[in-house]
């Protein structure tokens, strides 16, 4: 499912974000179903809430998912979140990250995004991918592994 490997560079990063604001930043790129769904929600809070000392770690937070630049809009205002959320309708990176792809709920087989994160270095390495999110708890499991 996954396109790309912990230890590759990312292609195209510069499609996702200004390089130029990253230089020097390590990135935690998380892909999400949909904005103002419960575990979405959840997910965005605990990284929110912990968005200081990320940034003090030299980390960048960016969230993508299929949602269009107005959901997203709404979505930032309504909670404030303090990092950017790229819009990807066309599904474009969600597909070039390997991250879009057939799902199963209730029985239902349909396609949506498989919440996955990236923890992209200074040099736009994938360091770490986190394929199973804990969405309440992603900040401490984020750091808990990156510590190991």
């Not at 997203?72 to 990250?97: A, C």
């Not at 799902?103 to 394929?131: A, L, Q, S």
């Amino acid at each position: 499912m996954i396109k790309i490997n912990e230890g590759d560079k990312v292609p195209g990063l510069e499609q996702i974000i200004d390089l130029d604001k990253l230089k020097g930043k390590k990135l935690i790129l998380y892909f999400y179903p949909k904005d103002n769904t419960p575990g979405c929600t959840n997910e965005a809070l605990n990284l929110k809430e912990h968005y200081k000392a990320l940034k003090d770690d030299g980390f960048e937070v960016i969230g993508v998912s299929p949602d269009s630049e107005e959901k997203h809009k709404k979505f930032i205002e309504k909670f404030d979140l303090p990092f950017k959320l790229i819009p990807d309708t066309e599904k474009t990176i969600l597909n070039n990250f390997g991250v879009w792809g057939e799902k199963k709920m209730y029985g239902k087989t349909y396609m949506g995004v498989h919440r996955t994160t990236f923890i992209i270095d200074e040099n736009g390495t994938v360091v770490k991918i986190f394929p199973k999110v804990k969405t309440k708890e992603h900040y401490e499991q984020i750091m808990k592994t990156l510590a190991e």
